[in-house]
Protein backbone atom coordinates (compact mmCIF):
# COMPACT_ATOMS: atom_id res chain seq x y z
CA UNK A 1 0.00 0.00 0.00
CA UNK A 2 1.21 3.39 -1.11
CA UNK A 3 0.61 5.27 2.84
CA UNK A 4 2.71 2.13 4.19
CA UNK A 5 5.53 2.12 1.57
CA UNK A 6 5.71 5.61 2.72
CA UNK A 7 7.16 4.73 6.37
CA UNK A 8 9.40 1.63 4.93
CA UNK A 9 11.36 4.11 2.54
CA UNK A 10 11.97 6.22 5.31
CA UNK A 11 15.63 6.63 6.77
CA UNK A 12 16.66 6.88 9.90
CA UNK A 13 18.10 10.75 9.32
CA UNK A 14 14.05 11.26 7.93
CA UNK A 15 12.30 9.61 11.01
CA UNK A 16 14.80 12.34 12.89
CA UNK A 17 14.08 14.87 10.92
CA UNK A 18 9.98 13.88 10.99
CA UNK A 19 10.87 13.61 14.72
CA UNK A 20 11.84 17.12 15.24
CA UNK A 21 9.14 18.25 12.94
CA UNK A 22 6.74 17.66 14.93
CA UNK A 23 8.47 18.39 18.27
CA UNK A 24 9.33 22.03 17.26
CA UNK A 25 5.02 21.81 15.85
CA UNK A 26 3.74 21.43 18.99
CA UNK A 27 6.16 23.43 21.08
CA UNK A 28 4.94 26.36 18.62
CA UNK A 29 1.81 25.48 19.83
CA UNK A 30 2.29 25.42 23.45
CA UNK A 31 3.71 28.89 23.65
CA UNK A 32 1.26 30.19 21.51
CA UNK A 33 -1.65 28.75 24.26
CA UNK A 34 0.99 30.33 26.81
CA UNK A 35 0.68 33.56 25.61
CA UNK A 36 -2.76 33.49 25.29
CA UNK A 37 -3.28 31.72 28.68
CA UNK A 38 -5.57 34.15 30.88
CA UNK A 39 -6.24 37.29 28.21
CA UNK A 40 -9.41 37.62 25.57
CA UNK A 41 -7.66 35.68 23.09
CA UNK A 42 -8.84 32.53 24.45
CA UNK A 43 -12.29 33.34 24.24
CA UNK A 44 -11.65 34.15 20.97
CA UNK A 45 -10.21 30.45 20.23
CA UNK A 46 -13.33 29.08 21.84
CA UNK A 47 -15.23 31.15 19.48
CA UNK A 48 -13.63 29.94 16.53
CA UNK A 49 -13.89 26.19 17.31
CA UNK A 50 -17.29 26.49 17.60
CA UNK A 51 -17.78 28.01 14.57
CA UNK A 52 -15.48 25.36 12.96
CA UNK A 53 -17.74 22.72 14.55
CA UNK A 54 -21.17 24.37 13.28
CA UNK A 55 -18.98 23.89 9.89
CA UNK A 56 -18.73 20.42 10.21
CA UNK A 57 -22.06 19.62 11.15
CA UNK A 58 -23.54 21.62 8.10
CA UNK A 59 -21.31 19.24 5.39
CA UNK A 60 -22.71 16.73 7.81
CA UNK A 61 -26.45 17.06 7.41
CA UNK A 62 -26.59 19.03 4.07
CA UNK A 63 -27.16 22.32 4.93
CA UNK A 64 -25.88 24.43 2.07
CA UNK A 65 -26.69 27.71 2.90
CA UNK A 66 -25.66 27.60 6.33
CA UNK A 67 -22.49 26.12 5.05
CA UNK A 68 -21.73 28.59 2.46
CA UNK A 69 -21.65 31.39 5.25
CA UNK A 70 -19.33 29.61 7.72
CA UNK A 71 -17.01 29.55 4.48
CA UNK A 72 -17.44 33.42 4.25
CA UNK A 73 -17.15 33.77 8.40
CA UNK A 74 -13.64 31.92 8.08
CA UNK A 75 -12.63 33.01 5.35
CA UNK A 76 -12.70 37.04 6.65
CA UNK A 77 -12.85 36.26 9.81
CA UNK A 78 -8.98 35.89 10.11
CA UNK A 79 -8.49 39.38 7.85
CA UNK A 80 -10.63 40.38 11.38
CA UNK A 81 -9.29 39.10 14.25
CA UNK A 82 -5.30 40.32 12.92
CA UNK A 83 -7.37 43.67 12.63
CA UNK A 84 -8.57 43.79 15.81
CA UNK A 85 -5.75 41.74 17.95
CA UNK A 86 -3.21 44.01 16.31
CA UNK A 87 -2.08 45.18 19.45
CA UNK A 88 -1.65 41.61 21.35
CA UNK A 89 -0.19 40.07 18.26
CA UNK A 90 2.77 42.75 18.16
CA UNK A 91 2.88 42.36 22.17
CA UNK A 92 3.77 39.17 21.08
CA UNK A 93 6.02 39.25 18.59
CA UNK A 94 8.27 41.97 20.82
CA UNK A 95 8.47 39.38 23.34
CA UNK A 96 9.88 37.25 21.08
CA UNK A 97 12.44 39.54 19.47
CA UNK A 98 13.47 40.35 22.82
CA UNK A 99 14.17 36.33 24.03
CA UNK A 100 11.70 36.17 26.49
CA UNK A 101 10.05 33.11 25.85
CA UNK A 102 13.37 31.35 26.37
CA UNK A 103 14.12 32.96 29.66
CA UNK A 104 15.58 31.02 32.59
CA UNK A 105 14.78 31.57 36.41
CA UNK A 106 18.20 31.89 38.13
CA UNK A 107 19.07 32.88 42.27
CA UNK A 108 19.29 36.40 40.86
CA UNK A 109 15.97 36.28 40.05
CA UNK A 110 14.88 34.58 42.73
CA UNK A 111 15.99 37.21 44.97
CA UNK A 112 14.18 39.92 43.26
CA UNK A 113 11.16 37.98 43.24
CA UNK A 114 11.57 37.58 47.51
CA UNK A 115 12.03 41.65 47.09
CA UNK A 116 9.14 42.29 44.93
CA UNK A 117 6.56 39.92 47.02
CA UNK A 118 8.10 41.42 50.78
CA UNK A 119 7.96 45.00 49.53
CA UNK A 120 4.03 44.32 48.20
CA UNK A 121 2.89 41.97 51.41
CA UNK A 122 5.05 45.20 53.51
CA UNK A 123 2.72 48.13 51.51
CA UNK A 124 -0.16 46.55 51.47
CA UNK A 125 -0.46 45.16 55.34
CA UNK A 126 0.13 48.70 56.45
CA UNK A 127 -2.60 50.20 54.05
CA UNK A 128 -4.81 47.68 55.07
CA UNK A 129 -4.51 48.58 58.83
CA UNK A 130 -5.16 51.89 58.23
CA UNK A 131 -7.85 51.69 55.40
CA UNK A 132 -5.98 53.38 53.04
CA UNK A 133 -7.53 52.32 49.35
CA UNK A 134 -5.27 50.94 46.66
CA UNK A 135 -5.13 49.39 43.43
CA UNK A 136 -2.09 48.14 42.21
CA UNK A 137 -2.04 46.19 38.64
CA UNK A 138 1.11 43.89 37.46
CA UNK A 139 2.05 43.26 34.37
CA UNK A 140 2.49 39.81 33.09
CA UNK A 141 2.45 38.52 29.87
CA UNK A 142 -0.35 40.86 28.00
CA UNK A 143 1.45 44.06 27.68
CA UNK A 144 -0.74 47.01 30.15
CA UNK A 145 0.96 49.65 27.91
CA UNK A 146 -2.67 51.34 26.77
CA UNK A 147 -3.33 51.72 30.42
CA UNK A 148 -0.08 52.61 30.84
CA UNK A 149 -0.30 55.63 28.69
CA UNK A 150 -3.46 56.87 30.77
CA UNK A 151 -1.54 57.68 33.72
CA UNK A 152 1.83 59.47 35.54
CA UNK A 153 4.64 58.02 34.50
CA UNK A 154 6.93 57.20 37.08
CA UNK A 155 9.78 54.38 35.86
CA UNK A 156 10.49 53.71 39.55
CA UNK A 157 11.99 50.96 41.64
CA UNK A 158 9.24 49.31 43.89
CA UNK A 159 9.64 49.98 47.85
CA UNK A 160 6.89 49.75 50.37
CA UNK A 161 7.71 52.77 51.15
CA UNK A 162 6.82 54.58 47.77
CA UNK A 163 3.63 52.38 46.93
CA UNK A 164 2.12 53.87 50.61
CA UNK A 165 3.02 56.93 49.25
CA UNK A 166 1.61 56.89 45.97
CA UNK A 167 -2.29 55.86 47.66
CA UNK A 168 -1.76 58.63 50.88
CA UNK A 169 -5.16 60.20 50.44
CA UNK A 170 -5.78 63.61 49.00
CA UNK A 171 -2.09 63.62 47.34
CA UNK A 172 -1.84 64.03 43.14
CA UNK A 173 -1.67 60.19 42.23
CA UNK A 174 -3.60 58.81 44.89
CA UNK A 175 -6.75 58.78 42.56
CA UNK A 176 -6.45 55.93 40.29
CA UNK A 177 -4.51 52.69 39.72
CA UNK A 178 -0.65 51.61 39.96
CA UNK A 179 0.66 49.49 37.25
CA UNK A 180 4.01 47.52 37.66
CA UNK A 181 6.17 46.44 34.73
CA UNK A 182 8.48 43.86 35.00
CA UNK A 183 10.39 45.28 38.80
CA UNK A 184 9.03 48.57 38.23
CA UNK A 185 6.60 51.25 38.77
CA UNK A 186 5.74 52.16 34.88
CA UNK A 187 3.08 54.73 36.45
CA UNK A 188 0.28 55.97 38.53
CA UNK A 189 -2.90 57.80 38.73
CA UNK A 190 -4.18 54.85 35.90
CA UNK A 191 -7.44 54.58 34.56
CA UNK A 192 -8.83 50.46 34.20
CA UNK A 193 -11.75 49.54 32.44
CA UNK A 194 -14.90 48.77 34.40
CA UNK A 195 -16.09 45.20 34.13
CA UNK A 196 -19.70 44.81 33.11
CA UNK A 197 -20.22 41.77 34.27
CA UNK A 198 -24.01 41.74 36.07
CA UNK A 199 -22.86 38.86 38.28
CA UNK A 200 -20.97 41.15 40.27
CA UNK A 201 -22.14 41.59 44.06
CA UNK A 202 -23.44 45.61 44.22
CA UNK A 203 -21.65 45.89 47.82
CA UNK A 204 -18.50 46.05 45.20
CA UNK A 205 -17.06 49.75 44.71
CA UNK A 206 -15.33 50.91 41.61
CA UNK A 207 -11.81 49.58 42.72
CA UNK A 208 -12.82 46.04 42.68
CA UNK A 209 -14.75 46.11 39.73
CA UNK A 210 -11.70 47.82 38.02
CA UNK A 211 -9.55 45.12 39.30
CA UNK A 212 -11.80 42.43 37.41
CA UNK A 213 -12.49 44.26 34.46
CA UNK A 214 -8.44 44.25 33.93
CA UNK A 215 -8.32 41.04 35.00
CA UNK A 216 -10.98 39.83 32.70
CA UNK A 217 -9.03 41.56 29.10
CA UNK A 218 -5.45 40.52 30.49
CA UNK A 219 -3.52 38.16 32.49
CA UNK A 220 -2.34 40.86 35.15
CA UNK A 221 -2.61 40.29 38.73
CA UNK A 222 -4.33 43.33 40.27
CA UNK A 223 -4.51 44.28 43.85
CA UNK A 224 -6.96 45.73 46.07
CA UNK A 225 -7.44 47.11 49.32
CA UNK A 226 -10.43 48.75 50.66
CA UNK A 227 -11.13 52.07 51.44
CA UNK A 228 -14.37 51.16 53.63
CA UNK A 229 -13.34 48.02 55.36
CA UNK A 230 -9.29 47.72 55.04
CA UNK A 231 -10.19 44.57 53.72
CA UNK A 232 -7.44 42.83 50.84
CA UNK A 233 -8.40 41.43 47.96
CA UNK A 234 -7.09 39.75 44.78
CA UNK A 235 -7.94 39.06 40.75
CA UNK A 236 -6.50 36.82 38.21
CA UNK A 237 -7.48 35.24 35.23
CA UNK A 238 -11.11 36.99 35.81
CA UNK A 239 -11.26 35.41 39.42
CA UNK A 240 -11.45 37.85 42.53
CA UNK A 241 -10.85 36.27 46.20
CA UNK A 242 -11.50 38.45 48.64
CA UNK A 243 -10.99 38.78 52.20
CA UNK A 244 -7.27 37.42 52.36
CA UNK A 245 -5.68 37.02 55.22
CA UNK A 246 -2.12 38.73 55.00
CA UNK A 247 -0.49 35.33 54.96
CA UNK A 248 -3.63 34.38 52.30
CA UNK A 249 -2.76 37.43 50.39
CA UNK A 250 1.33 36.33 50.22
CA UNK A 251 0.75 32.74 49.43
CA UNK A 252 -1.77 33.65 46.80
CA UNK A 253 0.30 36.12 45.37
CA UNK A 254 3.09 34.53 44.93
CA UNK A 255 1.78 31.76 43.63
CA UNK A 256 -0.19 33.42 40.70
CA UNK A 257 2.85 35.78 40.10
CA UNK A 258 6.10 33.69 40.17
CA UNK A 259 4.94 30.03 41.47
CA UNK A 260 5.49 28.40 44.21
CA UNK A 261 7.56 29.74 46.95
CA UNK A 262 11.47 28.71 46.85
CA UNK A 263 12.54 27.49 50.44
CA UNK A 264 15.51 29.59 50.71
CA UNK A 265 13.88 32.28 53.31
CA UNK A 266 13.83 32.34 56.62
CA UNK A 267 10.34 34.22 57.70
CA UNK A 268 12.50 35.81 61.04
CA UNK A 269 14.53 37.91 57.66
CA UNK A 270 10.84 39.84 57.64
CA UNK A 271 9.91 40.78 60.95
CA UNK A 272 6.75 42.39 59.99
CA UNK A 273 5.44 38.87 58.96
CA UNK A 274 3.11 37.35 60.73
CA UNK A 275 1.39 40.38 62.39
CA UNK A 276 -2.27 40.23 62.72
CA UNK A 277 -4.13 42.29 59.89
CA UNK A 278 -5.60 45.54 61.39
Known sequence: ???IDQFTDLTPVNVVVNILDVLLVWFVIYKIITLIKGTKAVQLLKGIFVIIIARILTVFFG?????WMMDEVLTWGFIGIIIIFQPEIRRALEQ???GKLFARTNLQEAEEQNRLIEAMTKSVSYMAKRRIGALISIERETGLNDYIETGIPLNSVVT?????NIFIPNTPLHDGAVIMHKNLIAAAACYLPLSESPFISKELGTRHRAAIGISEVTDAITIIVSEETGAVSLTSNGDLHRNLSMEEF???LRKVWFGPEPEVENSSKWPWRGKKNG
Open 160 to 164: SELLI
Open 63 to 67: LNTLS
Open 250 to 252: ETR
Open 96 to 98: LGR
Open 1 to 3: MPF
